[in-house]
């Protein structure tokens, strides 16, 4: 099947699912599961990237952990033979734009190129339609959400624990004891897979926080 075909019947079966979107359309933001449950999920963005994401992969694999990936457009196409190493791992991939432009300061149709272009990309690899959608910043308004929540059916995915990993002034160490530190049930993760850190905070943060009974999901789970 050709990929503009699978996007259009896609779109038409997401039209179908439209969600109403509330009154005040943050109500839709997920920023954490449940608090009563043992239940966290480690999520990345911003890549692929050609050289960490696969050796994260690794890493995640053999410690049997799951983890979402929320990618970008560009390094997808950058990067397409690790895009299909996710793919046809068992990571979840989501959608987090094409080119991490701030949503709110962009017009409309920007707004849905931002994140159509990316499900076609998706879908064209053997990936999608993605389940999640995390706006770059985070930034997302009532638009942003009446496209991905009421017209495509995805969740509007954010975070409870921000490491602050892209910042050169943040050390692994430093996101290790935060982690060690705030991590509860429920929470959401954000970290990069484009930057190193990951690499050595996840060998360490995952471990441990089992030995605490806390269990590890894709965010569509948590
Ligand atoms: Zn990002």
């Known amino acids: ?30 920023y954490h599961g ?22 994260l992969m690794r890493i995640l694999e053999e410690l049997d952990c799951p983890a979402t990936f929320f990618v970008l457009g560009n390094p997808c196409r950058a990067n397409p033979r690790t895009l299909a190493a996710l793919i046809s791992s068992d990571f979840e991939i989501a959608n987090h734009s094409m080119t991490h432009r701030n949503l709110r300061e962009v017009s409309a149709e920007r707004m ?31 638009a942003v959400v009446e496209h991905v929540y009421g017209e495509l059916g995805m969740d509007i995915c954010l975070w409870s624990i921000d490491t602050n990993d892209w910042r ?34 996840v060998p360490v943060i995952v471990p441990a926080l089992r030995e605490r009974g806390l269990q590890f999901v894709t965010v569509q789970l948590v």
Do not use: C
């Open 168 to 201: 050169s002034g943040t050390t692994s160490q430093e996101i290790i004891d935060q982690i060690l530190r705030d991590a509860r049930g429920g929470d959401i993760i954000l970290m990069h897979d484009i930057h190193a850190k990951a690499l050595d905070v």
């Open 34 to 55: 449940r608090r009563s449950s043992s239940l966290v999920a480690l999520t990345f963005d911003d890549g692929p990237h050609a050289e960490r994401t696969p050796r």
């Open 112 to 142: 849905r190129q931002e994140i159509d272009g990316l499900e076609e990309i998706l879908i064209a690899a053997g990936a999608g339609p993605s389940r999640q959608f995390r706006p770059p910043y985070g930034n997302a308004n009532r």
């Open 1 to 30: 099947m050709r990929p503009a075909l699978a996007t259009l019947l896609w779109l038409a079966a997401a039209a179908a699912m439209a969600a109403p979107v509330p009154q005040n359309h943050r109500d839709t933001y997920i």
